[in-house]
């Protein structure tokens, strides 16, 4: 069993996106954030979301998902959008991704950026993304997808000691809380999943 919790906050720009599903044996997490100054940003992001869950939510492989994704997007209204999906499943985690949504575990031990070789651009919608696997690896301490709203405007050490405290529920939320800014906004959109084993 799987502990998980969600946040989608609107920054102003309306452009991220995410899904969490159930699957037989374990989860199919996704985020998506729409190319900002682009025309049809938030809609390759859905696009994206709506691609996991219409295979099911158990791809048969994240990057040929991704590359799917990418040219039926190219070929329909051009917007782009980045793309972070993992598979958890049996302890272990697996996906793909393209741009600069991350997928992290995070322990007292730090962080495994399993995202780390991935392609910041081109981007899904363009025609060219070139959508980079991980895994699977052991599902260890707690997985972290996240978009730039949070891994561009928060701290490494700081989303580790806030992505450990308290349940996944309420770290999620904190995460998020943490990207805001002193004034109550938020430079950007973010999108959080945080899970772990049960």
């Keep these: 069993m799987h502990r998980v919790a969600s946040v989608l906050q609107d920054g102003g720009r309306a452009e991220d996106r995410l899904a969490v599903l159930s699957v037989d044996d374990g989860l199919v997490l996704v985020v998506a954030d729409g190319a900002g100054g682009m025309a049809n940003g938030a809609r390759s992001a859905e696009d994206v979301v709506a691609a996991v869950v219409?295979?099911?939510?158990?791809?048969?492989?994240?990057?040929r998902l991704l590359e799917h994704v990418d040219s039926e997007i190219a070929r329909g209204h051009s917007g782009q959008s980045t793309a972070a999906i993992a598979v958890v499943r049996g302890g272990f985690v697996s996906g793909a991704s393209v741009g600069d949504s991350g997928t992290w575990l995070i322990s007292s031990d730090g962080i495994e950026d399993l995202t780390a070789l991935q392609r910041r651009k081109p981007l899904v919608g363009s025609g060219h993304a070139v959508p980079t696997d991980f895994g699977p690896v052991p599902l260890r301490g707690?997985?972290?997808?996240?978009?730039?709203?949070?891994?561009?405007?928060?701290?490494?050490?700081?989303?580790?000691?806030?992505?450990?405290?308290?349940?996944?529920?309420?770290?999620?939320?904190?995460?998020?809380?943490?990207?805001r800014l002193p004034r109550g906004g938020f430079q950007d959109d973010v999108a959080v999943i945080l899970c772990e084993d049960g």
């Design 54 to 63: 219409a295979c099911g939510g158990a791809p048969v492989s994240c990057a």
């Design 142 to 179: 707690r997985l972290l997808l996240a978009t730039d709203g949070l891994l561009k405007y928060v701290e490494c050490a700081e989303i580790v000691r806030l992505a450990l405290a308290g349940s996944v529920d309420h770290a999620a939320r904190t995460l998020v809380d943490r990207a």
